[in-house]
């Protein structure tokens, strides 16, 4: 299969250890949503068809696949994104850099802490979700985040997404980044 051409199950240990090391809340967290095995990561190849139809309604995409995938069709799901949850379920795609999959997991685990039934129904949502979990990658790998960079992340958001930018662009996301200590 393509992920394991790939190496991804050695990429994903290495990118847990990068996680681990890290000691901002939101990698810890990360962390232990995964190892505490609140949600399920997985390759593109075990994708389950009825998480990625509803991957494909939340980005308004119309492609369609044969499941299990191949090779060629995960590469083109990768062109239209690297990682996205379902329920428990997360699904990363083959990436040989353990920093950027430590990035996706962050990312995702971010989207599976928040989630909640509608908060993906407007685009000022779907916007709102998309930039709190790039600020939570962010907040992790770039330990200077300033204003000027949640200017620019919202911009890159709007951008990356497809989605037009909020009428108030300066509302910081709803939701948590880490959960409270139990």
Partial sequence: MYELRSNWHGVFKKALA??????????????????????????????????????????????????????????????????????????????????????????????????KEGNYETDEQKFLEELRAEMAEALVFKPHFTRKNLKDLRETVAANYDLPMPATPNKLPPGIFTRPKR
């Fill in 18 to 115: 990068i996680l681990k090391a890290n000691k901002h809340p939101i990698a810890q967290t990360t962390v232990a949503v995964i190892e505490g095995k609140e949600v399920q990561v997985l390759p593109y190849s075990q994708m389950r068809i009825a998480d990625y139809n509803a991957g494909q309604k939340h980005k308004n995409k119309k492609k369609t696949f044969e499941f299990p995938l191949s090779p060629k069709d995960i590469k083109k799901i990768t062109e239209d994104f690297i990682g996205f949850f379902r329920g428990k379920r997360i699904y990363i795609s083959p990436i040989d850099d353990p920093l950027k999959f430590a990035s996706v997991l962050v990312h995702e685990v971010n989207h599976y802490i928040n989630d």
